[in-house]
């Protein structure tokens, strides 16, 4: 089992940062790839950024953010980040954080073992 937990969600005008943590706990952070989703109301979940685990690590975004927003993790701390920048009243949403064991698919959610509660993030205009 792995818990997961974001943070650093709230509210921000248009054109500005957040960062966005998820602590993990329970078995090797690692061990698993990560990945950041979002979910509008509404609308279904969608990829946002993912990161893989072990040495070599290769990071995936979607279109929407690609150039804004940078997913980074800390094994020692066992920690997710994701560095919003040039916020657009677009990314409001929940954004999730998300583990994944077997290391592909990771633009689906499907292929997802463990997430978190969530963390709301407002944009507004």
């Known amino acids: 089992q792995v818990q997961l937990v974001e943070s650093g969600g709230g509210l921000v005008q248009a054109g500005g940062s957040l960062r966005l943590s998820c602590a993990a706990s329970?078995?090797?952070?690692?061990?698993?790839?990560m990945g950041w989703f979002r979910q509008a109301p509404g609308k279904e979940r969608e990829f946002v950024a993912a990161?893989?685990?072990?040495?070599?690590?290769?990071?995936y975004y979607a279109d929407s953010v690609k150039g804004r927003f940078t997913i980074s993790r800390d094994n020692a701390k066992n920690t997710l980040y994701l560095q919003m920048n040039s916020l657009k009243p677009e990314d409001t949403a929940v954004y999730y954080c998300?583990?994944?064991?077997?290391?592909?698919?990771?633009?689906?959610?499907?292929?997802?073992?463990?997430w978190g509660q969530g963390t709301q993030v407002t944009i507004s205009s």
């Open positions: 990161i893989t685990w072990g040495s070599g690590l290769s990071t």
């Open positions: 998300a583990a994944d064991n077997a290391g592909w698919g990771l633009r689906q959610p499907r292929n997802y073992d463990y």
């Open positions: 329970g078995r090797t952070f690692s061990d698993y790839a």
